[in-house]
C-alpha cells in the first residue's frame, strides 16, 4: 500500500516548506542515506509512482500540481536500464 505524502494541512493549507525539508532532513539523517535534495526526493518519488502505473491524476492531488504538465516535464524521468527498456518496448510490440 502506498502511503499518501501529505504536505497540506487538514484545511488545504500547505506547511511551510522549510518546516518539510527539515523534518526529511531529519529522517533521512536518522536512516543513513546520503544527502540529496528535497527536489531530487521529489523527483525519484514522482518518478516511482509514474513507474510503477499510479494514475497522473492521483500523483497531481498528492504533489499539488494542478496540471500534468509540470508533472511530466519536471518529475518524470527513466529509472529502467536500456535492457530493460529494451525488453518492455519488444514485449509491448510482440504480436
Known amino acids: 500500500m502506498v502511503q499518501k505524502l501529505e504536505l497540506r494541512r487538514p484545511d488545504g493549507s500547505w ?9 526529511i532532513r531529519k529522517y533521512r539523517d ?12 521529489r523527483k525519484a518519488y514522482i518518478s516511482s509512482l ?3 502505473c499510479i494514475n497522473i491524476n492521483e500523483i497531481q492531488k498528492q ?3 494542478m496540471d500534468e504538465r509540470p508533472t511530466l516535464k519536471n518529475y518524470c524521468f527513466n529509472q529502467k536500464t536500456s535492457v530493460e527498456n529494451e525488453n ?8
Do not use: C, W
Not at 506547511?15 to 523534518?23: G, K, L, N, V
Open 15 to 23: 506547511y511551510p516548506a522549510r518546516r518539510e525539508a527539515t523534518r
Open 30 to 41: 536518522y536512516i543513513h542515506i546520503f544527502s540529496k535534495s528535497i527536489q531530487k526526493i
Open 50 to 52: 509514474l513507474d510503477g
Open 63 to 65: 504533489v499539488g500540481h
Open 88 to 95: 518492455n518496448m519488444e514485449k509491448s510490440l510482440a504480436v
